[in-house]
């Protein structure tokens, strides 16, 4: 009779052992799914745009569309200045090529604007966590399109990718 109640509750300790190794994973996460590694704080600096299109504008919507991501999806509290995680940078590739010709024609029909962000991500609580890398995202646009015309919403197609991935590469740890 206790070897049966012993395979009864099997279920139940198989279940609490899976959730605690689980639980104790690698690292402090976030309600999100973001690993902060412990730090409540974040900051993120102006990327400066030395890439010779880029204007200071694109600079500042990356800035921005990075702090608002990580606010979005984190529990971590922007700071201005000296946060425990700190992002800072600049945009260094900022581009239009032609991304595809005309059938039987040597006309583009498509161009693409691509960014390139230069990215140091460092961790005040864990210095191993930090790193310093280049992203980079595109997005076509018809090569009938004026770039001025189109700009604002490719930088903002663009911005959503790159902010995506240094968010995926710094706190989502995949």
Partial sequence: MMGMTALSNAPRWWALGLLLVAWSGCGIYTPYGAQTGGAKT??????????????????????????DLIQRQSTLR????????????????????????????????????TMQVQVRYEHALDAELGFERTFSRFADFPATSDLFDVEQQLVEEINEQLTQEVFNASLGNW
């Fill in 42 to 67: 974040f900051s993120v600096d102006y990327f400066t745009p030395i890439a010779p299109l880029a204007g200071p504008e694109v600079g500042q919507q990356f800035t921005e569309a990075l702090k």
């Fill in 78 to 113: 922007w700071v201005a200045e000296d946060g425990e995680l700190r992002y800072s940078g600049r945009i260094v590739g900022y581009d239009v090529s032609t991304s595809a010709v005309a059938g039987g024609q040597e006309v583009a029909s498509q161009n693409r604007l």
